[in-house]
């Protein structure tokens, strides 16, 4: 299970400040909350994504249960490489009326290697463009009373929120509700023969790296 992590800040600096080293777990167990359980979170070590490349999702582990919480940074993508600075940007063009291969031969420039047919990122765009599509719609619908009336879009949402991030300002605003809306952007986990497919992990560069330890420990 992923929970959000207020990092406040771009991929780039969530990185370069190797800032999943001030994740805190959430103040409640997720498995164990509902439930009325008390529980305790102790730390579980990180897994590396694929990109940006350098970032590490710190994890903790509920006592109870053994299970784990990934404390996602709130400018990652959720079961899904990139950023979400870069969904939006790509959005907002879409807006704009820049076609989809003017944006993929962006996009490939800076995800993709030098070789890869445009095919790939062309799909990534397409369905990224999507996805902002769904999200803006569902946070407007849940949150009435601060998005209502709103048409849901990048450029109104930036105009309504005066902010350049309205994703992730989003993604603050739905709350516990962002582990009900579908990844990239919302937390709701993947079904399990999703994660069992081939490459159905592939934001996680590595998986589990040994025992916590020193490791964890802030810098
Ligand atoms: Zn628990």
Known sequence: M?????????????????????????????????????????????????????ARVRRYR???????????????????????????????????KSSFGKIAAGVARRLYRPEQPIEGPLRWVKRRVSAVGGFLAAVVSLRPEELGGVEPTVTALRAHLGSERVLVELRHLAGAQLAGLDPPLGLRPRPLNAVLVPGGRFHKARGYRGPPGVRDAPD
């Open 2 to 54: 992923q929970s959000m992590f207020a990092c406040g800040c771009t991929s780039e600096e969530y990185v370069t400040r190797r800032l999943w080293l001030k994740a805190r777990p959430p103040e409640e167990c997720p498995y164990c909350s509902l439930k009325g359980l008390e529980c305790s979170l102790v730390l579980h070590g990180y897994y590396d994504r694929v990109h940006p490349k350098g």
């Open 62 to 96: 509920c006592t109870r249960t053994g299970r784990t919480v990934s404390m996602l940074a709130d400018c990652l993508a959720s079961h899904s490489c990139g950023d979400v600075d870069t969904m939006e940007r790509i959005a907002k063009q879409r807006e704009e």
